[in-house]
């Protein structure tokens, strides 16, 4: 092994090393804020007949807020100019994706969950996956229980990538923004009572809706290929194949030549 391969491979080392005690610090720092977070929240609603209700509602907004991240990762992975950006890594992205999709999910099962066996959210268990079938704003929880199906397809499928063919899972897996569209209204419909959080759900979905658009109307390099070769087919059409008329063009001047004898 040459010195220029070795100290290759002791850079790259180095900086999975450094990734890695990154990862494990951020985790870290990231459960204890999360573990004082809800000891303040236990201890401030401790003894309210109203905790269940508040506890289910704030498991609600955050699975909200880790599904926009989570959509708006996706986008960010399938955009067309996702090549320019090169920190973090493709890797990386798709870790955090997968993260993300597991805490959305932790906490969508606490919200339903907590609202199901609170009484006094009159939602129940029916209610929490049958449309229609709550008594607490009906419509507005029924958005919230076709959202929950629709973003499970998507996580389901997305699991199943590399087991089936990538033409069956990624159509499926795009119901993903249509699981975010039906959240948003559920959350706008069902518990945007205040001013801040009618502000938190307007701003993250007009992001979402600029990086959809983004996403969805720029140019990709075959764009552009094709409309240079279509470009270039109108300037000079072509009749017939290159040989056929070369063949033509070897005959007719044989034909002007016995003409001429």
């Keep these: 092994m040459s010195h220029e391969t070795a100290g290759t491979a002791g850079v790259s080392h180095t900086r999975t090393v450094v990734w890695g005690a990154g990862l494990v610090a951020a985790v870290t720092v990231s459960a204890v804020l999360t573990s004082w977070f809800i000891g303040a929240a236990v201890s401030a609603i401790v003894g309210d007949r109203m905790a269940p209700w508040i506890l289910g509602r704030a498991a609600g907004l955050t699975s909200y807020l880790l599904l926009v991240a989570l959509v708006f990762l996706g986008l960010l992975l399938s955009h067309p100019r996702r090549a320019r950006w090169r920190r973090p890594s493709s890797a990386t992205r798709i870790r ?46 029924t958005l919230g229980v076709i959202g929950l199906y629709a973003g499970l397809a998507a996580g389901l499928t997305a699991a199943l990538a590399g087991r089936i063919a990538q033409r069956v899972w990624w159509p499926i897996h795009k119901v993903a923004i249509v699981s975010l569209i039906l959240v948003w209204l559920h959350g706008v419909l069902a518990g945007a009572d ?41 300037e000079h059409p072509v009749h017939g194949s290159p040989a056929r008329d070369l063949t033509i063009g070897r005959s007719g001047r044989g034909s002007n030549r016995k003409q001429r004898r």
């Design 96 to 141: 955090v994706h997968v993260t993300l999709s597991v805490f959305t999910f932790v906490f969508v099962a606490l919200h339903i969950f907590v609202l199901a066996t609170d009484k006094y959210a009159n939602v129940g268990w029916w209610g929490s996956f049958v449309p229609m079938g709550a008594g607490y704003r009906p419509l507005a929880v």
């Design 194 to 234: 205040t001013a801040v959080l009618l502000g938190v759900y307007v701003v993250t979905g007009i992001a979402v809706a600029a990086l959809a658009i983004s996403r969805y109307t720029a140019r990709t390099t075959q764009d552009a290929v094709a409309e240079l070769a279509a470009d270039r087919a109108s």
